[in-house]
């Protein structure tokens, strides 16, 4: 399977969201990307359930929901009927992160655990083998439209050995300032998962650059 385009819906235009929806359900995307922002873990609010829950009544398209949040086991149940296939949480936000990602697998969902740029990956070494999917924010998180840290890259080598060494399924989610000018090193690197926002949202023909991320690198890596 070839690695998977996220796009991010926080990049939209928030006035046309179900065309923007439906324009992902027609091109290559392979999940929407919705990110849940607090106003307290970072310094941004954004989507609430019920646009979420609107959202996932016209996408096709699985719904990767990222929490950047404080307590986010609080509201575990709350996404999961909103519709919420993948939740990851951050491991900065959650003192008892096994417990919550347990919590997110009986629920039924694909759990994820993201790590701010100034985190280690072995911060969840001992969680690895619980995870289907590890996001590494490749900006400081809570504002769209950042540059990408290129000390990202490396922490994906890091975590992809990480992940072999362990027999472990998690996939690798690259988050932030991705585009066509970085998705190959991020691939090369070990990426399973790219997000991409403005790049996508903001290109001319959002569905080509759908097109052309998900073309970069057929062989180096098959999921």
């Known amino acids: 399977m070839k690695h998977l385009i996220a796009p991010s819906i926080l990049a939209a235009d928030f ?7 439906e324009m992902l359900n027609d091109s290559e995307a392979d999940w929407v990307h919705v990110d849940v922002m607090d106003g307290s873990f970072v310094p941004n609010i954004s989507f609430g359930f019920p646009v ?4 996932k009544s016209v996408s096709k398209i699985p719904l990767d929901v990222h ?4 307590h986010p086991e609080r ?3 709350q996404f999961k009927d909103v519709g919420a296939d993948i939740l990851t949480v951050h491991a900065e936000a959650c003192p008892h992160l096994h417990r919550t990602i347990q919590q997110i697998k009986e629920l039924g969902m694909q759990a994820g655990v993201a790590l701010n740029p100034h985190t280690n990956v072995d911060q969840i070494a001992d969680v690895i083998e619980d995870l289907d999917l590890v996001c590494l924010m490749s900006v400081n998180p809570g504002f769209g439209g950042q540059k990408f840290i290129y000390n990202t890259i490396p922490k994906t080598k890091k975590l992809r050995d990480l992940i ?7 996939k690798i989610e690259i988050d932030g300032g991705v585009g066509l000018q970085n998705a190959e090193k991020l691939l090369q690197a070990g ?4 997000v991409a926002g403005s790049a996508v949202f903001k290109a001319d023909d959002p569905k080509d650059t759908i097109s052309r991320l998900k073309s970069i690198g057929k062989d180096i890596y098959m999921v």
């Open 191 to 194: 990426a399973h998962v790219l």
């Open 75 to 77: 509201y575990l149940q």
């Open 15 to 21: 006035g046309k969201i179900y065309s923007e929806v």
């Open 52 to 55: 979420i829950k609107a959202i």
């Open 67 to 70: 929490l950047m949040i404080d």
């Open 164 to 170: 072999d060494t362990r027999n472990a399924k998690a």
